[in-house]
């Protein structure tokens, strides 16, 4: 994929590409979803139900639809936050962790700031979204780059220790009296929350997650950054030689993808619940790896795999909701799918690595 | 074809080649070929880089499976399919790159190769074995040792002490000189010769026509796939063989430049006490104290593992100054970037391309802007001129007469392709300062001479070089300037008229320390 | 604090740190043979579930334990396929296998989550009733304790006293080598995964059954990564993390210890001990550590031509 602007793909060539794509990607679902049907046969539950279940709750009502967005909010974030580092060939799975932190350091901001307008406090509340997240990835930036740690392990404990963090806080200094059975910071000012959309709870969240897809995009196919950053994951040692500042780049790429994690952690808070609670997220973060896996780095495949994996994630809901089932049974139909395109590799959509 | 009136003692061949074919995407790597090895002589296979003489004996080891063809020892036909199996036959290869493993012992590695290693190991019996065998040809190692801690040399009888202690009777080499100083070299040919006279049957595989002069009694020569003869030593000549290696005569090589201007232009390197901290088993360099001038080229020689690649990355500075102060073009460049050096005028064209210069997924256009980003980057860096980059690649191809596609990805190139990108990426926007690390190692003839023909003009026009190469052919011919690297320090300086091969040689392996340092 | 306290928390490191150093015993013969598995966190929740369930079923901890062990080779089989049958990426297929295990562990231990088990007996060493400070109901420790010395000896021994040891080390060093001298990478790598399994598969029954006897969602809290951070703390040589696992069981046991003590931590706080210490582990010794690794750790064997 090269940005040489006389090069441009004829129209068919792109609709039987995209055509071969999305035919690939059925195939997959179908025997993802085969084989999980399967193993809730063997657990004694009724897998068509499940599906009719869950299609009937997300497609079918406006209501369904809406919420299956709100989830897929977040998971264009975490799902970027990966993407980002991937790049140049590091490996974020620490997003969870970097989601915590922006959400900590973010509504700090919202608890700390209360007479702040709206136009002054939403954009302050998601830098510093963004600010912890980075700073929770700068550390394993610093290791990776000075090539003593594999990121790979630093972020996953990072993980363990964010939300205990956040929960300390939440405990402690920022615990809303009166709560005593869910504890959880006060309300937010209604300065501080996220606009929705009309009368559903689709939040602000929705536009920033998509204006950074755009911006990825352009960035990589682009700039003289994405440029380089592309040298960098297809052979650091030629990029080093051509003198790009590899570990700059390797931190910055780390930071940025905790950032972006950061900021989906402040506006799932914000935006679709006004409090911070412990344990907010459902694995945002790793969700985010997988469907970044499965969108092999494309911006447009992560929009679609976010939404279909958000559409699998509220049957699992469903599936806790009718079918008396763990809420981590969902976890299964993900890792099947990945399992699918991890052994038929000819399947995952072309991306950069081999 | 073989004369059946010949030196070896036994007429009949240990083991036959007949009309062995092998093709790679694109290459003919053999054609039909026949070849004949007997016991107790030694048997050259000679022939320039890609003449197809490894891809033949891969075959023989199982490495690789002949498209046609038959195989046989003792005269019985037998189907070789995995390197087990050739060991099973007593044949036994030692690679250019050595298959040791280096955080293994020198017992471990050579116990992998046992054929009957009992299951709970026994150390001792092992040791008291590889010390026999190594008393017997003058191969002595310390099985304790681990292979990381041993030098080139030490770690080819390694190799060929796994090869004998696993009842290989059919020894090949390949290209086991490479790495050795010529009086190590010497030794080498000793062991061999030893070997001969208790029935061994040794293929060398080389390049190199002086030492198959020396040490070999048959000698057969490929060409482009083929055995373009076979000859006794008494019947060779280096005459008869070079008409055997090439079949046209190759432009000889302009050495004798213009003489560069005048030695008041400033200096284009100066490093003062230069020395490195490395990590892990790298060589660390220490008291480097060099100078550059315009129109100069100073070869560097070493064995590979004592600092001449070191140097290189110094000098770009891939490799950070622990101590001393680097000046690049009069000014201190100790602590600075890659990039600023490479702004500032200084080139680097390193061996093996697709690992070290290029990505390979990305296409030749985008690979040649990489160590130029900033001069064609538009507002601020937001876009990419894709065209003033086309334009200059376009231009700096024809200046250089190489024709190399533009919109395809690196790694279909050839080597030799690959590294004429390289060398029009570094050299066409007129760098004063270049660093050749190994640029012809790998590279077929043609490659090599033009990549060399390019640093020769770039001399011409008043740019320093650094070369640093294995080949000391090559260094001789194109240096004004030796240096010699051992153990990470620069152990002697000379003009290359003043000294010969074998006393560099000497120097390169730490035999002798030189009376003749330049501060 | 008194003698008493002190044994208490080595009792405690004791028991927190033998399902660690079965874990690490397991994540070494895998990362000898050139393999990071990071699944093993997902790994061994569904050996911990399994082996509860079927202790809960059969009212025997011994089968218990077998049965975990079984599923621990069964789950590693599977991210073992994806690796090295597949040759998918080593970091993915981890991951994926643990977000399985996650899952499936859910599913298995469903209906388990408040059951009430026979868990393995525990006694005292013959001769530590001499001592009269170790004859103390805290220094009875149950048997995958006391084989927990025994087995990290045949780990080590297997790997550098074998012949198959010395294949699998050529093997994580460099396969080509391996192969060109007769041995096959892939069975080699499925019999590290096996075996590492089955490891696995003791680690959780430990935690499950001899040590917490509950089942919980998620309860191995990240013992998988610990796990992979003491092999290079150890750098993959199965005695020295013996040390490592001591250590990291006893930071957990710390934290119990500080909220006996009456001292006034969060326990949030301290539930970032060990991860924490890890990690400055990692920090501080994560250099010099990189050059004593596999060298062919976390690639994927391509096979020849």
Redesign the interface.
């Given at each position: 994929m090269t940005s040489i602007p006389d090069k441009r793909p004829s129209l068919a060539a792109w609709l039987v590409k995209s055509g071969a794509v999305v035919l690939r990607y059925l195939a997959i679902f179908v025997v993802a979803f085969t084989l999980f049907g399967i193993i809730l046969w063997i657990a004694g539950k009724d897998p068509w139900l499940a599906i009719r279940d869950t299609l009937t709750y997300t497609l079918g009502s406006g209501r369904g639809l809406s919420e299956v967005v709100v989830k897929m909010t977040p998971l264009l974030l975490t799902a970027l936050a990966v993407a980002v580092p991937s790049r140049v060939m590091l490996i974020n799975i620490g997003s969870e962790g970097q989601l915590y932190m922006g959400a900590c350091l973010g509504t700090w901001v919202a608890l700390s700031f209360t007479g702040l307008p709206a136009w002054v406090m939403l954009p302050f509340m998601l830098f510093m979204g963004a600010m912890g997240g980075a700073l929770w990835a700068l550390v394993p930036a610093i290791l990776r780059a000075r090539g003593l740690v594999n990121e790979t392990i630093t972020t996953l404990l990072l993980n363990y220790v964010a939300p205990s963090l956040v929960t300390f806080f939440i405990y402690g200094p920022w615990r809303s009296p009166g709560n005593s059975f869910y504890p959880q910071t006060p309300d937010f000012v209604p300065a501080a929350r996220l606009p929705l959309l009309g009368d559903t709870r689709i939040h602000l969240g929705l536009v920033v997650g998509l204006v950074m897809l755009v911006l990825y995009w352009l960035l990589m196919k682009y700039t003289r950054w994405g440029l380089e950053m592309r040298a960098i994951g297809g052979n650091a040692q030629a990029a080093k030689r051509s003198g790009i500042p590899v570990t700059t780049y390797l931190i910055l790429a780390l930071c940025i993808g905790g950032a972006l994690a950061g900021v989906a952690g402040i506006a799932e808070v914000a935006g679709a619940h006004g409090r911070l609670r412990p344990g907010f997220s459902p694995g945002f973060g790793y969700t985010g790896f997988l469907i970044n896996w499965l969108a092999g780095g494309h911006p447009l495949g992560i929009l679609v795999m976010a939404f279909v994996v958000a559409l699998i994630t509220s049957g699992g809901d469903i599936l806790q909701i009718n079918q008396g089932l763990p809420f981590a049974v969902v976890d299964i139909l993900l890792a099947i799918t990945l399992f699918v395109v991890l052994a038929r590799p000819a399947l995952r959509l072309k991306g950069k690595r081999a | 074809m073989t004369d059946p009136t010949s030196v070896s003692a036994s007429p009949a061949p240990l083991a036959s080649m007949r009309a062995i074919s092998k093709s790679f995407p694109g290459v003919l790597a053999n054609d039909r070929i026949d070849l004949d090895i007997h016991a107790s002589e030694i048997h050259a296979l000679l022939g320039e880089n890609g003449a197809g003489k490894s891809t033949l004996m891969k075959i023989l080891y199982g490495f690789y499976r002949a498209d046609s063809g038959e195989i046989s020892m003792h005269g019985r036909p037998v189907s070789i399919f995995s390197p087990h199996e050739a060991r099973a036959m007593h044949i036994g290869m030692v690679f250019q790159d050595l298959a040791l493993i280096p955080a293994f012992t020198v017992a471990e590695n050579i116990a992998l190769f046992l054929p009957h290693l009992p299951a709970v190991l026994d150390a001792r019996a092992i040791e008291s074995r590889i010390n026999e065998m190594a008393a017997r040809y003058d191969l002595q190692v310390r099985p304790r040792a681990l292979v990381s801690q041993l030098s080139i040399g030490e770690q080819q009888k390694v190799e060929i002490l796994k090869l004998l202690l696993s009842d290989a009777r059919l020894l090949i080499l390949d290209e086991p000189t490479r790495v050795l100083a010529p009086h190590e070299v010497q030794a080498l040919f000793r062991v061999l010769a030893s070997l001969r006279r208790d029935g061994f049957a040794i293929v060398l595989i080389t390049h190199k026509m002086k030492e198959v002069l020396e040490c070999a009694d048959r000698i057969s020569v490929l060409r482009g796939g083929r055995v373009a003869g076979t000859l006794t030593r008494a019947e060779a000549s280096e005459a008869r063989l070079l008409e055997l290696m090439f079949d046209k005569k190759l432009p000889p090589l302009q050495t004798q430049g213009p003489t560069p201007a005048g030695t008041e232009a400033r200096t284009l390197l100066e490093l003062r006490d230069v020395g490195t901290q490395a990590v892990g088993a790298a060589p660390t360099l220490s008291g480097i104290n060099l100078r550059l001038a315009p129109g100069e080229i100073v070869g560097v020689a070493g064995v590979s593992g004592n600092g001449q690649r070191e140097l290189g990355d110094v000098v770009l500075g891939i490799e950070r100054c622990a101590a001393g102060r680097k000046f690049l073009f009069g000014q201190e460049f100790t602590r600075r970037s890659i990039r600023a050096a490479r702004t500032a005028g200084v080139a680097y064209i390193p061996e093996s391309p697709l690992a070290l210069a290029a990505v390979p997924w990305m296409t030749v256009l985008e690979n040649m802007v990489l160590s130029r980003t900033q001069v064609f980057a538009r507002w601020g860096g937001l876009r990419m001129d894709w065209r003033a980059a086309r334009s200059e690649a376009r231009l700096g191809l024809e200046r250089f007469g190489y024709s190399v596609a533009l919109d395809v990805p690196a790694r279909s190139l050839s080597g030799g392709n690959l590294q004429r990108m390289v060398i029009v990426r570094e050299l066409a926007p007129g760098p004063q300062l270049i660093v050749a690390s190994y640029l012809t190692r790998g590279l077929d003839v043609h490659s090599a001479l033009a990549a060399r023909q390019a640093l020769l003009a770039a001399r011409a026009q008043g740019a320093g070089v650094l070369l640093i190469s294995e080949d000391l052919e090559e260094l001789f011919a194109l240096s004004d300037r030796l240096v010699v690297m051992f153990a990470g320090r620069m152990v002697g300086e000379f003009r290359p008229a003043d000294t010969t091969p074998y006393e560099v040689g000497r120097l390169m392996t730490g035999a002798e320390v030189a009376h003749d340092v330049h501060p | 604090m008194t003698l008493l306290s002190l044994l208490g928390v080595v009792s405690s490191a004791i028991f927190s740190g033998a399902s660690l150093l079965y874990a690490t015993l397991g994540e070494t013969i895998n990362e000898r043979a050139g393999i990071v598995d990071?699944a093993l966190e997902g790994v061994l929740l569904v050996s911990a579930a399994t082996g509860f369930a079927v202790t809960v079923e059969t009212g025997s901890p011994y089968l218990g334990v077998l049965a975990a062990m079984l599923a621990g080779a069964a789950i590693n089989l599977?991210f073992g396929?994806?690796v090295i049958g597949?040759?998918?990426?080593q970091?993915?297929?981890g991951?994926?296998?643990m977000?399985?295990g996650?899952?499936?562990?859910?599913?298995i231990g469903?209906d388990y989550t408040s059951a009430r088990i026979n868990s393995l007996p525990r006694f005292a060493l013959p001769g530590t009733s001499l001592i009269p400070a170790l004859s103390t109901s805290q220094f009875k420790f149950d048997p995958l304790i006391y084989l927990a010395l025994p087995v990290t000896v045949l780990v080590w021994w297997l790997l550098f006293?074998?012949?198959?040891g010395?294949?699998l080390?050529?093997v994580g060093?460099?396969a080509?080598?391996?192969?060109?001298?007769?041995r096959s990478p892939q069975r080699i790598q499925y019999q590290a995964i096996i075996a590492s399994g089955l490891l696995a598969g003791m680690a959780a029954a430990h935690l499950s059954i001899a040590w917490t006897m509950v089942w919980g969602?998620f309860m191995t809290?990240?013992r998988g990564?610990?796990a992979?951070?003491l092999v290079?703390f150890s750098k993959w040589h199965p005695l020295r993390a013996i040390a490592g696992a001591l250590l990291f069981g006893g930071a957990v046991a710390f934290q119990l210890l500080m909220q006996a003590s009456g001292i006034q931590i969060?326990p949030?706080?301290l539930?970032?001990t060990p991860?924490?210490l890890?990690?400055i582990v990692?920090?501080a010794w994560?250099?010099t550590r990189?050059?004593a690794a596999?060298?062919s750790l976390g690639r994927v064997y391509q096979g020849?031509?």
């Open positions: - | - | 990071l599977l396929y994806l597949r040759r998918a990426n970091l993915a297929s991951l994926a296998v977000f399985f996650f899952g499936l562990s859910a599913l469903r006293h074998t012949r198959w010395l294949g080390r050529a060093e460099n080509q080598t391996a192969f060109a001298a007769g969602e809290a990240g990564f610990i992979v951070a290079i969060s949030f706080l539930d970032t991860y924490l890890t990690l990692l920090m994560g250099g990189r050059h596999p060298a020849t031509e």
